[in-house]
């Protein structure tokens, strides 16, 4: 590379001097004023510059092979710009705008749907009982003051009733308000109970004018059954209501 330097530093200086010779003995236009023109220095000239030229050429041309050759010491061949002269190495590289990356999609993007889910609540009054007394009705009534459309009401004539329902461990919470109809005689008091698979999850007496909201945990519970009994002598036909029993999972 140092050699090739100095031959191109001296090629380039013998055309310089070869240019100044040429035109310092070089008359001025003699034809325009009447002279002769002497054409044998012409030769020598163009020829000294054809051979500062060569030198150049075989030394790898211009700066700019040089500076790249500086600038890519790896070795590697740089990136041909196939478009117009102002177009970077690093927009030709780059892929189209349009073009799709290949390749495993993320890991956070959320799976396709399987299918839809089931009911999230339902009233007990909609689901039909696997084992009945006989003493059930559902629909509105009346406890303690306050309508509660969607109950479960066990008659007592004498009784006891009860009523069980399939859960099929599907269910979370148990939510009734229970209580005595508010047609029923006075001075009967009635025992509530709510069986889970065999286990007493409520028990509880009221009388006529009492009331109270129930909250309770049904989680994996296969069967629910619900019981009333008279906790007193019979004065009359009692109702007892579970107001808008619901099951939510």
Do not use: H
């Amino acid at each position: 590379m140092k050699t090739c330097l100095r031959w191109r530093g001296a090629g380039l200086l013998a055309g310089v001097a070869a240019l100044v010779v040429f035109i310092s003995r070089f008359p001025s236009w003699p034809a325009r004023y009447g002279g002769s023109v002497r054409r044998s220095r012409r030769p020598a000239a163009a020829l000294a510059a054809f051979i500062a030229a060569a030198v150049v050429s075989a030394c790898g041309g211009g700066t700019t092979s040089l500076g790249q050759a500086s600038k890519n010491p790896s070795g590697t061949a740089p990136v041909a710009s196939s478009g117009s002269p102002g177009l970077s190495a690093a927009s030709a590289s780059a892929p189209a705008s349009g073009d799709a990356p290949s390749g495993p999609a993320l890991s956070g993007s959320a799976p396709a749907a399987s299918g839809s889910q089931g009911p999230t609540s339902q009233y007990l009054q909609a689901m039909n009982p696997v084992a009945d007394s006989g003493d059930t009705s559902t629909g509105s009534t009346e406890v303690n003051g306050k309508y509660y459309a969607n109950s479960v009401t066990l008659t007592l004539n004498p009784g006891p009733a009860n009523v069980s329902y399939n859960l099929g461990r599907q269910w979370r919470q148990l939510d009734a308000t229970v209580g005595l109809s508010d047609d029923s005689p006075e001075n009967e008091k009635v025992q509530f109970q709510i069986i889970a698979d065999d286990r007493i999850i409520y028990n509880g007496v009221f009388e006529l004018g009492q009331s109270k909201k129930l909250s309770l945990n049904v989680t994996n519970v296969l069967r629910l059954e619900l019981v009333a009994t008279l906790a007193s002598p019979q004065a009359g036909e009692t109702n007892a209501v579970w107001g808008n029993a619901q099951i939510t999972n």
